[in-house]
């Protein structure tokens, strides 16, 4: 059985066609021969964009030469109301500034102090859906609600039912219905005096969610001004030190990396979840290993992550399968020859992990659901070569272990008390807009686990 995968556009269709499609959902923009090609071309009559597959060339440009493959700032053009400068967004010695003062609150040490804060957002999750036992539950939704609740208390110290986080979660999922994946200026270059043509609700939910977390923020300053704050990932960042520098963050722009830590920590999450549970109903084999798993070694212990090894290889094999960020784009600084193609200065340098994840060159079994494959050898050297669920190198999100921790947690304290099931709709139709979510949304059944 193959898990839910886009139909893939006719190989040639015209810009004016491919813009269309690619607003609508970027995975079915594009032709099957990416998951088998190397290396792709993609002409417009401004720039040019080059989809890179190849393991040595994804080795370039984010392990060996970041510096030269910048982030595209076209790309960045439709996230800016929101995000501003962060560290989503920023190149150079701006984006290393602002690696300097976030990455100590994510260390190895700091996760152990947030866990409890992970498993209480766990608690209450599994307890939203023992309401729903016996029904039919659209699980996005909640795997949406379960990842903000997390954000919200190892970033603020506060649930999801806190009223200013309430609202900054209602406030973004409307954004996300409103924001579209690509603004017009990543088509056509616009002088940076040219107003860009963001959609009024997307403007009024950006200037809202900012207002919302300016206010937390700014409470949050003058606590540690106080000297009674708490001791969360918020306090850490605030009043972590540049080494180089020696400044700490302003409100503004903490404001500006809160945004991408709830746009990164909260969507991303919420996606790969929701993936996870509806494969779990798609195999319920492997869901009822997960849930044996869970119920024999789970405990509101950080040492207890490390056994739930089968929880792990499902959720990586998620993450293979419905990478939550599909591509990523970069823009080469210097003239570059790429397999015998020369590629002019500010060219798109396109890395996709939904296709390498499938690339048919590379992996055994490419489409298919095998939680198994990371102890094989061809897993080991795809895991190595061919998998960047969270990007590689210097940009690698400096969350990645965060999520794993959430991920693997939530997912086996679910299956532990609940089982899912799938119901007599049509199959979940994979799409991207902000991240890789069902078009319609996930619908499973949820049972009370018997234990």
Not at 427 to 447: C, M, N, Q, S, Y
């Amino acid at each position: 059985m193959i898990p839910p995968k886009p139909k893939s556009r006719a190989d040639k269709v015209s810009l004016r066609q491919y813009a269309k499609l690619f607003r609508r959902d970027i995975l079915s923009a594009q032709p099957a021969k990416l998951y088998r090609a190397w290396m792709a071309e993609f002409r417009t009559p401004f720039f040019r964009s080059y989809l890179v597959n190849q393991p040595e060339l994804v080795k370039t440009v984010l392990k060996e030469r970041p510096d030269d493959f910048p982030k595209s700032s076209r790309i960045s053009e439709g996230l800016r109301p929101l995000l501003g400068e962060s560290v989503f967004l920023t190149n150079g010695e701006t984006w290393k500034r602002q690696r300097r003062i976030i990455d100590p609150a994510f260390e190895g040490g700091r996760l152990r102090e947030i866990f409890p804060a992970i498993w209480a957002a766990s608690e209450a999750a599994v307890a939203r859906l023992a309401g729903e036992v016996g029904c039919e539950v659209e699980i996005e939704e909640h795997t949406s609600h379960a990842a903000a609740d997390v954000i919200f208390r190892t970033l603020f110290s506060i649930p999801i039912e806190h009223e200013i986080a309430s609202e900054v979660f209602h406030e973004f999922r409307a954004y996300q219905r409103s924001q579209p994946i690509l603004n017009i200026a990543a088509f056509i270059p616009l002088p940076r005096w040219m107003p860009r043509f963001f959609r009024s609700d997307t403007r009024k939910s950006a200037a809202k969610i900012r207002a919302l977390i300016t206010q937390l923020t700014a409470e949050r300053m003058a606590q540690i001004k106080a000297g009674d704050a708490p001791d969360d990932l918020a306090t850490k960042i605030m009043t972590t030190v540049d080494p180089v520098t020696g400044e700490t963050f302003s409100t503004e722009e903490m404001v500006d990396q809160v945004a991408i830590f709830f746009l990164a920590g909260h969507e991303t999450s919420a996606s790969a979840l929701a993936w996870a549970l509806y494969l779990m109903a798609l195999f319920p084999e492997w869901q009822e290993k997960v849930a044996s798993e869970a119920q024999a070694g789970l405990s509101n212990d950080f040492a207890s992550i490390s056994k739930l090894r089968i929880s792990r290889d499902v959720f990586r094999e998620t993450l293979r399968l419905y990478p939550p960020v599909p591509m990523m784009v970069r823009q080469n600084s210097c003239p570059e020859r790429f397999r015998d193609r020369d590629i002019k200065v500010g060219s798109q340098i396109v890395l996709s992990p939904w296709h390498l994840h499938r690339h048919e060159r590379l992996w055994d079994n490419p489409d298919g659901f095998d939680p198994k494959r990371w102890g094989t050898e061809n897993g080991k050297k795809c895991m190595r070569e061919a998998y960047m669920p969270f990007s590689s190198g210097a940009r690698v999100c400096t969350g990645a272990g965060f999520a794993m921790i959430e991920g693997v947690l939530i997912l086996s304290m679910i299956l532990q008390k609940h089982r899912v099931v799938l119901t007599d709709r049509a199959p979940p139709e994979p799409v991207a807009h902000l991240t890789v979510r069902a078009k319609d949304g996930i619908f499973l059944r949820l049972e009370k686990r018997e234990t």
